[in-house]
């Protein structure tokens, strides 16, 4: 199919999506058989219905979606399942978000169109181009409160970007450095070794660096400027009906967020929301819930989270703004009737 015909496709029922469009899904039946994973025992446990998939502008649950990633990589016994994936994404598959690139003038301005429209193909999410200097800095995080576990989500991200740079660039192009918010895994060269880069773990966000240089006067091979103004349109429409983060979800976030600073107080978080404590007092007392009940649950999902990832229990206090570890182990006591090595040893 001719890219503008495709492209012209790829709009259709758009402006319903409240979480992530599911041609970010393209071709994950496929990848999963072919690491020996169950489809449909994944698919079902990770609540997606595979008939969605056949459809690239219906809205998947961001939820659901890093969950399924996860359990692709937990089911399949491949721990860096989300960069393989990523390995096989092609921009075109990626409908809205990659046509936007594509169809730019110049690689800079396919980078800078293409995070302009991330946060409309993707919900709940932090992204943001920074000029570094003589880079461009590529920042992506899931900021959605209630999904913690989403390392495969952000390699599968940041592989996606790599191959629509590479789509201009050449197969063998390479940022200047490659950083990951969760901890490094057992397989890291693979990252170096994929990135053709220095490739960094634990950070504060998800990043690629872009040397400006590499960009500069490189045109898009597809360029096309009226299915660029179509796209560009749909967007700026699209942009009009997005609903704002809800509060539960923005306070959750901010909660993670400040946790390793120790205990958050109402007034941080409030500061962080610009709100007065009053009116976000006020604001979740309308939504039926307390500043301090959010904390507890931001917490005991973040120590099953931990728990899961293998992290010694003395680390997970401070990770969790507790003071002592004997606090935490209370606490977790209270949450699940157990210790956290003995959660650890039945689940």
């Known amino acids: 199919m001719p890219l503008a015909a495709s492209g012209f496709a790829a709009l259709t029922s758009i402006s319903r999506n409240l979480g992530v469009l599911s041609a970010a899904a393209s071709g994950l039946d496929t990848v999963i058989a072919s690491h020996g994973g169950d489809v449909d025992r994944i698919f079902g446990t990770a609540g997606i219905d595979p008939e969605q998939l056949q459809h690239p502008t219906l809205s998947l649950g961001?939820?659901?979606?890093c969950r399924v990633l996860e359990e692709a990589a937990a089911q399949s016994g491949c721990d860096n399942f989300g960069?393989?994936?990523g390995q096989q994404f092609?921009?075109?598959m990626l409908g809205l978000l990659g046509y936007v690139g594509l169809c730019s003038p110049t690689a800079e301005a396919a980078l800078q169109n293409f995070a302009a429209a991330f946060p409309f193909h993707q919900h709940s999410t932090l992204i943001q181009l920074v000029d570094a200097g003589d880079c461009w800095r590529f920042d992506y995080q899931v900021?959605?409160?209630a999904i913690v576990a989403r390392r495969q989500d952000?390699?599968?991200t940041l592989g996606m970007l790599l191959n629509l740079l590479r789509h201009v660039l050449g197969p063998t192009w390479a940022p200047r450095a490659v950083q990951f918010e969760h901890p490094r895994p057992e397989g890291w060269h693979e990252h170096r070794r994929l990135f053709d880069a220095p490739v960094s773990f634990g950070q504060p966000c998800n990043a690629m660096l872009v040397p400006k240089a590499d960009l500069r006067d490189r045109a898009m091979p597809d360029h096309d400027p009226l299915l660029l103004l179509v796209v560009q349109d749909a967007i700026r429409q699209l942009g009009q009906?997005?609903?704002q983060l809800e509060l539960l979800e923005e306070v959750r976030a901010s909660v993670r967020l400040a946790l390793p600073l120790g205990e958050p107080s109402l007034e941080t978080i409030a500061q962080r929301l610009d709100l007065s404590t009053s009116q976000l007092q006020r604001r979740l007392r309308d939504q039926g819930a307390s500043f301090s009940a959010l904390v507890e649950g931001v917490r005991r999902d973040l120590a099953q989270h931990y728990l899961r990832q293998r992290l010694p229990v003395t680390d997970l206090a401070p990770l969790l703004g507790y003071s002592e570890t004997s606090a935490f182990s209370r606490a977790f006591r209270r949450w699940f009737q157990v210790s956290p090595r003995q959660w650890r040893g039945i689940s």
């Open 143 to 145: 900021r959605h409160g």
């Open 62 to 65: 961001l939820g659901n979606y």
């Open 154 to 156: 952000a390699e599968l």
């Open 90 to 92: 092609k921009p075109q």
């Open 83 to 85: 960069l393989h994936y």
């Open 241 to 243: 009906r997005l609903p």
